[in-house]
């Protein structure tokens, strides 16, 4: 209807302007969406889930992206490893349950059979010159980090995991996620651009009008200083906050917990970063009373009402208390749909009704993100309309304009 | 699959044949359905509503066409105004419920806040060359005439809309709209490219086979000679029915009443008109017995057993007895989709189980508007064949080929 | 998504390796499905239906195909023929039922009225130059064959039906298929492209790992050597079951009933065959324990436990044992949709529960069917990755590979 015909991708990062939202072409074309795919959503490492999903061998789940279903599965040898699922015979899918275990990949149309490690072991009746060793199942990239499996879709070499990943490391290491369980997990469907849905998640301009229950455990220099993360806020926010940032610091500092920032050289081509700082004065944990809703992960002995925040590239952040975890996996299904789903983990020994209280732990990040979700479709549908224009972000949504920045350098440097 | 493909419109204007239905390519095709939107659609005023719908300072209701919601309020002055229902922030939807009433305009997103005359009053943080004059709501254009709302999508100067009703304003004043009130609607939605329930709508040939209903309220010469408004009737039906229109037109004229029908001259780019007739002999009104349905509206002060029909270009048309005015309004929404709404009008004063039985009000309208869903659906069934070709006009379907030949005018105009 | 863009069908056939699966642009892309249904599916004859299901004058059901509806009806002379359900007038469907009695054919738009041979009766209100005779409905090829209705749908002449089924006639003649009635039918429609449904129609290849109940009432010797039909399985196979079938035809020349296997020329353009063969040996039908669910059918005087096959075109295929007909229909609806319809043929004196048991009957192939339905689809989904590529056929999906010689065929005789 009233959608931008004829795109051209060059001629509309060109005419952009810096310090406003984008041209409704980058929010509704498929054209558009195509180059996500193959520029910035491929490319990218994904979180696909926690370790703890598959302890045992032939423990498996599917993960689907971009038309792919991933086998992410255990081996005999402990090793987590990923396939597409995807039959070398004639292209069937191999398993059909979302989850389970198995002792070996066969396929259900025509039973050829695969090892967990991928290699053919099976097939009836081929001709004479047919070669098993050619028609291993294709392996997926895949790379376990502090407990979480991330996969990599990139047809030839994926950029490196480890270097992307670096710096934010220590502030990864302190919660112990190699010995976490998940506690609770949650979908939110979107209906609309992945891009809206990262430009709501890196401001926090919309956090009082639209998130009580987010202000009501940040305090409201916080919210205004770095709510939308590192650098997200105006700078006199950033100034009246410093003491209660400062003091924390100290707090960590004294307690041997991690603090401050990862370091960032310029101009890398990611959008990544790591930092802690505190919740509410008074508050162990971001929950409605500021109460513990589990016990302490990982390597820290005694609560420091610290808020560590992980981000990578854009489709993973971590947002941690002392207590418990929320993973933000973002997965883009097409132009006008995205999913969003979120993941709690645990001390893998916390137990409900004993020292984990499920509700109490999802209650802030649930309702925010199903306020989120309404949001981010009005957006959408104003978008459509023929009267929608670039309009200008505030100093409150510096992080959004950091995405947008980061996205169009990505598509300027394959274009 | 059987559709046309690579349509070219100027071949499919130039081949069409006067007196024919046309090409399945003007039903079907989506590049016909863009033109119509642009060339026909757009630059048409729409009824959305009558004022009584929104009486009070602050209320409003929502009114979509063409990937558009455009928000219908009434002033702190008593003005009705109509504006984009898109923040000039970052583009979300101000307004989420389909009516309410509201003292400010304020954006859930961010809380940008626009007055109801649709000036920015508040938005925060913005940076100091931020000047909030250059951010009030794009206004839509929108009349008010006798009690009803049109609004109009053209984005630069709209055609004028008093030049348009003119000729017909006297047919509609003698109703008293402006003192009426909603007595019911209902919506239709039927699967067919517009121009089908429209060619539907402005032709009585098929009364006879289809509505039982319709050919019990209004006499058979009626049916033949006018069923399809003016001039869509074969002669001899006019020439039949010609008594029993001169002595409505005596008796009408007698009680000062509006009789006869609207001037119009020649070659005007207007698909309009107006006409009072008379209903079945003995009938007060459009009701299976012929009873009134509801108190006289207007400046009527006895019955006449008259029908006033007022047509606009072509989404709009009222048909109206003394008691009650059906108000029809036609809303393209793909090009096999239109959503045929019907608002039923009763005078102010009208009080349900007193004056006012709504049920019998609504039955003809109501029961043939339902057989025309299923008609035109059938309708739209057979042109995707690929033995549908464009078939005759019969002599009773002379206002069908008239809007026909209207339509391809404005395609060609522009063409 | 992952799809094959800018599809390119030279390209395509030429790209194509003998002995493997086909390009996923085959399976995926609305082009190539618009070049199937100009080259193969229109061109060819489809079942619709058996004549009992309209005995009387009048009598007539809805066939949909390619967006037609076709009427297939009785006439008043006994004859059964077929009309696109297009009005001449204006194009409305003039059936609204799936089927019924009627009698005269005539649109519920505008009463056109047909008599039951497509001849236009009645017009109402036509101007003086209207000739009727200009608009009889249009007629639909039609042949009926041993009770079984075909219609086909192109457009000019169609290829001749008669030398199409020539070779295959003794085989069908023999079950008495004109005097038989239908003991059931169902649907499996299926979410995958037609080839897909196709090949795996064609091989037997899957029928241990996936159809334990196929193979619960066919030998295993059958099912390798024959069981995707002739020439489906490998050589070994063959010479292995030589002996059951050698020992199958003695019998049935014994006893006067078809044997062997119905006559082919080299390089034909037809895909198309007929044979007889054994079921397992001391199996009167295809039932679970082998006893009969209906009356010997046809020229059948006693049971020879023969299993008759005859395949069309490709989207016919009737597999009979001496009690009943299972026919084959194969609707492809788009690119990435299929209807399977079954019906299952009994003598016309069968009676429930006396000597008919429609549940026995339909058990193996409705299970199968079903089966097919989630590998077809399973299939279809991993065709879709970016890992998919063309696998090589097994020595047991010779008849698989048959198929695609013969569809690549039809694309590069017309390309």
Known sequence: ?????????????????????????????????????????????????????????????????ADESIIVIRGRDGEIRAFYNVCRHRGSRICREAQGNVRLLRCPYHAWSYDLDGSLKAARLMSDDFNADDYSLHACHIEVCEGLIFVNLTQGTPPD????????????????????????????????????????????YHCLPAHPEYCEVHPKDYVLALGGGEGSGPIESLIDYQPQLDAFNKLADSMGHPSGRSEEEENTPFLRGASRTGIKPGYLSETRDGTPAAPLMGKFNDWDGGYTGVTLNPFFTMLATNDFATLFRFIPRDAVYTDVELIWLVHADAEEGKNLDTAKMIWMWDETTIADKTIIEDNHAGVLSRKYQPGPYSRHEAGTNEFVRWYLDRLTETA
Chains 1, 2, 3 share one sequence.
């Open 161 to 204: 995991f480890h270097e992307q990943m670096a710096p934010m490391l220590s502030f990864l290491e302190v919660h112990g996620l190699p010995n976490a369980k998940i506690g609770h997990r949650a979908s939110y469907p979107t209906e609309a651009n992945w891009k809206l849905v990262m430009e709501n998640f890196y401001e926090c």
């Open 1 to 65: 209807m009233a959608r931008a015909n004829g795109v051209d991708l060059y001629t509309l990062i060109k005419d952009h302007t810096d310090g406003f939202s984008m041209d409704k072409a980058f929010y509704l074309e498929p054209d558009v969406f195509e180059a996500d795919l193959e520029r910035v959503i491929i490319p990218a490492w994904h979180l696909v889930d926690h370790i703890s999903r598959i302890p045992d061998p032939g423990d498996y789940f599917l993960f689907e992206l």
